[in-house]
């Protein structure tokens, strides 16, 4: 199937199997790999990605779905050059070890912050509950999301 | 430089499976020693320093034997430092930069780690066995000090004075008298030095640590938070193509036939067979998938056990091979014949899986029979023999590059995937990327191994220890001895046939032999009506363990605080690799006997801490990885099949999981600095364990602990 899908504010036409993964177009066929496979399943978070503002796992979403949405990935987060508070956040409380569930547990945090603007740590633990950080970084996600919910309201 | 009996590091690399060649070519390091410029090259031929610290030749080294290059300033300032260790998520290119900053006097920002890059680091055994800090630490502040030390005296010659005069800081040699500076790279006026090491330098002693011993944030987070960091399954390579393997239906399985008709006829792939190896190359991903599932293959496998008949199976195949003969002391009949408490017990602990996030992977791209390939493992030379191996070409020919993993706990020791993606770019012509799936992780890599825990012991009533007998079998040897004081004892592992491939694992066994000696040790301290704590203060006299204990009991307030009926305390602690570390868990217990660990600190002690904070990282996250294989992983599998390899089957630990953390840090800057990446788990699962029975009666034996 040919289709459009727009990444990041990007255009891109496609054609691919209806069925692709959202997960491999965004990795193989657009080269933004800051996207991880973990499961190919949707039970670890690693490819989460936002369509049309909420988190979905790319690796269950086939490209069928996927056109005509818009799309944001872990390189579409940062603003003129400017890094967004969830990644500001994860920076100052370290809130990582090997990183490779990071791209999907910002994202998970975005989509949150989005929808619940001073989310308590039982909320955030409920909405990342998906995403897993198999190092067990969970105290310091949970400190970088509440940080950076601090810093929203300050904005 | 860190000294460790031969003994102690042959088990150690037996364990991680270190039975490859420990040979070092180091043809290509010369060439490399041509192709700099100007700048300061410090170099090191680690056989002296050996020699000096009384460590001996042969297997079990952990440096190069040969000359090898460790560092290089360039007349820029700015300081390469070259390590064969991997950075995994153990935040090593964070803490080592730190201590050559310290010693070599420059700031943090001016130092570069290349790290695991098989053509231009020196030889190394691999990154495992809390190895990096007490090993390549001093390693690497031994280079650091010379290359200061040379600048000094280079700055010196050109003042005319005595080096002691003059004082290097900040990437400088300043001579106060006069008031004058000159940076390291004008001190090198363009000129190539270079200096070779031999004996041991003094280290800047920890208690004037100004960069080192500080916290310090993960130096390239910034290239994570954004995603532009490229882990091996991240690299693009020109006219690559993506791999595939068909894997059998279960283990020992042979190829009985294959007919790839159907699979040959998608556009863009090659099915590629040699022997009982089947895989395929596409134009994309998700087309290899799909072309594998389009293989029509038979296989044939014999007839294998369950988990069901799993430890009865470890028992009954035990010591067929090489055993080591028991450690012994006294006589354990004796003292049992005599003590009044006695008490017999069997723990047993489940096969369980690493489940990096990052499953392996690796990209190969041939050039003629060179080999190149990127790949994330904690051993990169033993990658890279074993490509050699695999392909029939000279060890020189194999360039194996290591991007910052996406972690392993053990669990990425062998080549597979590198193999496996080489085998297929020979076949294709082209660079070749292959990432295992999730279910490949769970069914195709190796397991913690399974084990069971017999212990007899034996006390009098005022709560000392008299006898002591202990068998492991199959889980292994890591921490198997007591740090307890029990004069009579006897303490073997027994090897067994391995039902499933097994191998390290974050900690090795130190995590099985710490579940059932700590619970054996809560058993008695209970027999014999003490509290469990100072039971276990009372039959040990070593300082280190004691100060961990009395410091994480502190911390929970133990003793002022009660165990009630589904609501319990429990302690456990030990030392391993130089780690002393003490956990107290808070549980609590529903009706329908579901636990949830409310709270866990603990306390531990490395001697002195090179970076805080990511030592309190990496024990918080050791306690969170402790919780799954305290409580809900095990491998489930039979005849020759897993039978749980989704996440969605196979519960790690999740958010819903956590315990609030409390991590106290005891800091011996007296002592040398050891490797934390592992024993902070040890004492999770007996302290949990403790505090299940505190809280409901019920004494759990069997990792993961369930009720019955």
Known sequence: MAATIVVNGKPHHLTLPPDTPLLWILRDELQLTGTKYGCGEGQCGACTVLLEGKAVRSCITPFSDAVGKRIVTIEGLEENGRLHPVQEAFLKEDAFQCAYCTSGMIISAVALLSSTKTPSDAEIVHAMNGNICRCGTYPRIVAAVREATQAAKKA | ?708
């Open chain 2, 1 to 708: 430089m860190s000294t460790i009996p031969d003994e102690a590091l042959a088990s150690e690399a037996k364990q991680h499976e270190v039975t490859s060649i420990l040979r070092c070519f180091e043809l290509e390091r010369r060439d490399f020693l041509k192709l700099l410029g100007g700048g300061v090259l410090v170099c090191a031929c680690a056989n002296s320093l050996a020699q000096e610290s009384g460590r001996g030749h042969g297997e079990g080294h952990e440096l190069p034997e040969d000359i090898a290059a460790w560092l290089y300033i360039a007349e820029n300032g700015r300081v390469t430092v070259y390590t064969g260790k991997v950075e995994m998520g153990q935040n090593i290119r964070t803490s080592l930069a730190q201590q050559v900053a310290e010693e070599l006097r420059v700031p943090m920002d001016s130092i570069s780690m290349t790290m695991g890059d098989t053509e231009l680091v020196p030889w190394d055994m691999g990154t495992f066995g809390s190895r990096t800090t007490p090993t390549m630490g001093p390693q690497l502040r031994t280079m650091a000090v010379a290359a200061r030390e040379m600048l000094v005296g280079v700055a010196a010659q050109q003042w005319n004075v005595q080096p002691s005069a003059l004082v290097a800081a900040d990437g400088k040699v300043t001579n106060p008298k006069i008031n004058q500076s000159r940076s390291y790279g004008e001190l090198t006026h363009g000129q190539k030095l270079v200096k070779v090491v031999e004996g041991d330098p003094e280290l800047t002693p920890a208690t004037q640590w100004k960069i080192a011993g500080q916290p310090m944030p993960k130096v390239d987070g910034t290239a994570f938070v954004t995603g532009k960091h490229k882990y091996t399954p991240d690299i693009q390579r020109p006219g690559m193509v993506y791999g595939k393997v068909l894997r059998p239906t279960g283990f020992r399985a042979t190829l009985v036939s294959l007919d790839d008709s159907e699979a040959v006829k998608r556009s863009g792939v090659t099915v590629v067979r040699d022997g009982e190896f089947v895989g395929v190359t596409a134009l994309n991903l998700w087309s290899a998938e799909r072309a594998v599932a389009a293989l029509k293959a038979q296989w044939k496998a014999p007839q294998q056990i369950s988990d069901r008949e799993l430890f009865s199976y470890l028992k009954a195949n035990a010591d067929k091979g090489e055993s080591e003969p028991p450690k012994v002391a006294g006589s354990v009949e004796k003292a049992m014949a005599a003590a009044e408490i006695k008490l017999s017990q069997t723990y047993t602990v489940a096969y369980i899986q690493h489940a990096p996030l990052e499953p392996r992977a690796a990209v190969a791209e041939w050039q003629g029979d060179k080999l190149t390939v990127w790949t994330g493992t904690q051993r990169p030379f033993a990658v890279r023999d074993g490509l050699a191996t695999a392909f029939h070409i000279p060890t020189s020919n194999v360039h194996v590059m290591v991007p910052d993993t996406g972690s392993a706990y053990g669990g990425k020791h062998t080549p597979d995937a590198a193999v496996e993606a080489a085998r297929l770019a020979k076949a294709a012509g082209k660079p070749v990327k292959l990432i295992w799936t999730r279910e490949e992780e769970f069914t195709w890599a190796y397991f913690r191994p399974a084990g069971v825990i017999e212990i007899k012991s034996g006390a009098q009533r005022d709560g000392t220890i008299t006898a002591w007998e202990y068998h492991n079998y199959n889980s292994g040897p890591a921490a198997i001895d007591t740090p307890y004081n029990i004069p009579n004892k006897l303490i073997q592992f027994h090897p067994s046939d391995e039902p499933l491939r097994q191998g390290s694992y974050r900690g090795l066994a130190a995590t099985a032999n710490h579940f059932a000696r700590e619970s054996h040790m809560d058993e008695l301290a209970h027999a014999a009506g003490m509290d469990p704590l100072q039971f276990r203060l009372k039959n040990t006299t070593d300082d280190r363990l004691s100060a961990v204990y009395q410091a994480v009991a502190e911390k929970a307030a133990w003793g002022k605080q009660k165990s009630t009926m589904g609501h319990g305390i429990g302690i456990a602690g030990g030392f391993e690799k130089g780690g002393h570390v003490a956990t107290v868990a808070e549980v609590e217990v529903g009706r329908d006997k579901s636990v949830r660990v409310v709270r866990v600190m603990e306390a531990f002690e490395c001697g002195a801490i090179v970076n805080p904070d990511g030592l309190r990282n990496q024990i918080a996250g050791a306690i969170m990885m402790g919780l799954g294989g305290a409580l809900s992983e095990a491998i489930r599998f039979d005849n020759g099949r897993i039978l749980n390899p989704h996440f969605s089957q196979y519960r790690v630990p999740r958010f819903n999981d956590m315990p609030q953390i409390e991590v106290v840090l005891v800091d011996r800057k007296d002592k040398p600095s050891a490797g934390a990446g592992e024993t902070p788990i040890v004492g999770v699962a007996p302290a949990v364990a403790n505090a299940i029975f505190a809280a409901t009666g019920e004494r759990l034996r069997s990792m993961p602990l369930k009720s019955s």
